[in-house]
């Protein structure tokens, strides 16, 4: 199913505890690694370099049309975040810390209102110009102002960019939320200021940026492929958090209209990895000769990282659904079990949780931590926040569990959507809709068996499968009654949350708020878990929340699994160890010309 978007999300983590330069940050304070590390467990200091990799975006698009990621407006390019440094880089086997890049470190104040940063004089931009605190609080200027509203909610406590010096930058924060500013600072892209003084950030272009990444746009043709060239003479390549990173010197994300386009390219060798995300493919595609041959390896990775919550999720701003009972109904509709045994080979887990694989995830009744923040507000809240953790009902796995479609129709007639012929009508003679809006047909055949039984119950339902540039544009504008989608959760969640379920992100154009949830008590338990100052508070706070939002029942929860299905053709070398939480391929792959001539030769 659709992957939510996450942009930079899930490097946005928080603070260190010490008031002292350090050479990395973590939310908690605690670090992996010492000062004098030289590169990451994770990586092979020696990869070789060279070679390329073509493969396909997480996030699945027919085409783009701009090289710009953090505006609102235009299809950005897969690959993008290769263009630019940030002040620190993401290690992936913790789960928040961030270590030196651009800055050699930060000083975190001991109010934690503010954090100094000391950046790297060698710092370069791809033309050979120099990086300095002025392009860093000039690009901070230009995404608070003319940013994608996905990025604004992340950085709207800092008060203030200082320049204090040449390599000397300070960001002051403002009230008491200020957790998870210093690395969400941290891990902002950094732009050349003298660069958009000339160009116009707000606008979409195919104009290749300034960067100071690794990489620089290469070869690309919208609607087919995007390449990035590695660049030889960047700057950090030799740094403690770039050491045995970015080995391949090229990489091409290639664009397919249709998702078996895409398997079809696997197969002829056009594409050298690729990630399945449907269970009938994983199942029974992958047997082609390739395969038997050992030339492609089909694997399963390990996905230590939160599911999050996939689902089916409910427009809140159509009047159809303001109705609690009315989304009770509609989610009692569609039959997992059925679904997993008949569609997906028995290989999914069904999701309750909107923190599924996490600590956070809410189980039993509340906890005495979890209602004493709870209790505070149990006026505005619903008795199912107080009772066992809502999971959705099991099904007898026949498609059409009459037990659920009663207690469905028995809802749907308190709501007042009552039955006149085979629709259901309100008392102003309006027929209660429920359109799913697709962008793929590979959806239909999930979506089909759940629009049948809706129509069971008297709905209207239908399915409208449109191409991804009308998609994309009712999504931005939340022109759809139902989507699927899915909330990527963080390992360590903080100012995020508002994004995906804070009132102000509920109607804020193209916002991950899917449903437009957002209540004052919904932003009061995302404020408890941004204020946790341990890892144990933080889970408490989250499990609350997660209790508050599922008795919303805004969605119609799916499914998840632990794990990612991978196939490549093996020509590729990598480290012993995977990174805990990413799948390291783009970033500690390399090529192996060896196993690449070995293939050639068709031995």
Known sequence: MRAGLVLALGLLGAVAAEAAPRHGLSVFG????????????????????????????????????????????????????????TLMARAFDEPDA??????????????????????????????????????VCDSYRLLITQGHERIKPLIRDVEACDVLGTHEVRYRFKGDQVRDLPTNVATLPIFS????????????????????GPYKIGPYRPGEFVTYQRRDDYWAKDLPVNKGRFNFDQIRFEYFRERTAGFEALKSGVLDIREEYTSREWATAYDFPAINDGKVVKEVLPDDTPSGAQGFFFNLRREQFKDIRVRKALALAFDFEWSNANLFFGQYKRTGSFFELSPLKAEGKPSPEELALLEPLRDKLRLEVFEEARMPPRSDGSGQ????????????????????GTLRKNAKGETLKLEVLLDSPVFERIFAPYVKNLKLLGVDA??????????????????????????????????????????????????????????????????????????????????????????????????????????????????????????????????????????????
């Open 401 to 420: 569990d009459r037990k659920q479609l009663r207690e469905a129709s028995k809802l749907l007639d308190e709501a007042g959507w009552k039955t006149e």
């Open 98 to 135: 961030v270590y030196g890049l651009v800055a050699k470190a930060a000083d975190l104040a001991d109010d934690k209102k503010s954090v100094t940063f000391a950046l790297r004089p060698e710092a370069r931009f791809a033309d050979g110009s120099a990086l300095t605190a002025e392009d």
């Open 193 to 212: 200021k003298a660069y958009y003084a000339k160009a116009d950030f707000s606008k979409s272009t195919l104009e290749p940026p300034l960067g100071s």
């Open 462 to 603: 239908s399915m409208r499968i449109v191409d991804e540039a009308q998609y994309q544009d009712r999504h931005k504008n939340f022109d759809y009654d139902m989507v699927s989608s899915r909330f990527s959760g963080d390992l360590t969640p903080g100012t995020s949350l508002r994004i995906f379920f804070g009132t102000a992100s509920a109607n804020a154009p193209s916002s991950y708020n899917m449903s437009g949830v957002g209540t004052p008590e919904i932003d009061a338990l995302i404020d408890k878990v941004v204020l946790a100052k341990s890892r144990e508070q933080l889970n408490i706070a989250g499990r609350a929340l997660d209790r508050v939002l599922r008795a919303e029942h805004f969605w119609v929860p799916n499914w998840h699994k632990g794990s990612h299905w991978i196939a490549y053709w093996d020509k590729f070398g990598r480290p012993a160890i995977k990174p805990k939480y990413d799948r390291g391929i783009i970033d500690t792959w390399w090529y192996d010309a060896t196993k690449a001539e070995k293939l050639a030769s068709g031995n």
């Open 30 to 85: 605690d670090l992996k690694y010492p000062e004098t590390f030289t590169h990451f467990e994770y990586v092979n200091p020696d990869a070789p370099k060279g070679g390329r990799i073509a493969t396909i975006g997480v996030v699945a698009r027919d085409t783009f049309d701009s090289f710009n990621n953090y505006i609102l407006k235009g299809d950005a390019a897969q690959g993008l975040e290769l263009l630019s440094d």
